[in-house]
């Protein structure tokens, strides 16, 4: 069964830093690209960045030189930088698996993912 867990987050200061992480399990992590998305109050969820299998990034433009993804193969986590914090990047943030294994590209669509975390509050207080 696959498991991710999203942790990290919590209340900041426009302008600071968090370090998300998601750990995953039950299936082999590196061959699947990862992604993170979120959500705020009353509103979609929506693609924030992904990492392909092959270490490729890709960005939303509104976090685009602000947030960094990276993966560590070896321990199965997936990790979300976020720099330069501002009060709109206030939401709920989930880390997803893709449902392909060796994808070629990535997908920003919610449809292509088919597992979760439960997701991690981020708070960024102007």
């Known amino acids: 069964q696959v498991q991710l867990v999203d942790s990290g987050g919590g209340l900041v200061q426009a302008g600071g830093s968090l370090r998300l992480s998601c750990a995953a399990s039950?299936?082999?992590?590196?061959?699947?690209?990862m992604g993170w998305f979120l959500q705020a109050p009353g509103k979609e969820r929506e693609f924030v960045a992904a990492?392909?299998?092959?270490?490729?990034?890709y960005y939303a433009d509104s976090v685009k030189g602000r947030f960094t993804i990276s993966r560590d193969n070896a321990k199965n986590t997936v990790f979300l930088q976020m720099n330069s914090l501002k009060s709109e990047d206030t939401a709920v943030y989930y880390c997803?698996?893709?449902?392909?294994?060796?994808?070629?590209?990535?997908?920003?669509?919610?449809?292509?993912?088919?597992?979760w975390g439960q997701g991690t509050q981020v708070t960024v207080s102007s």
């Open positions: 039950g299936r082999t992590f590196s061959r699947y690209a």
């Open positions: 990492i392909t299998y092959s270490g490729s990034k």
């Open positions: 997803a698996a893709d449902s392909k294994p060796w994808r070629l590209g990535y997908s920003t669509a919610r449809g292509e993912y088919d597992y």
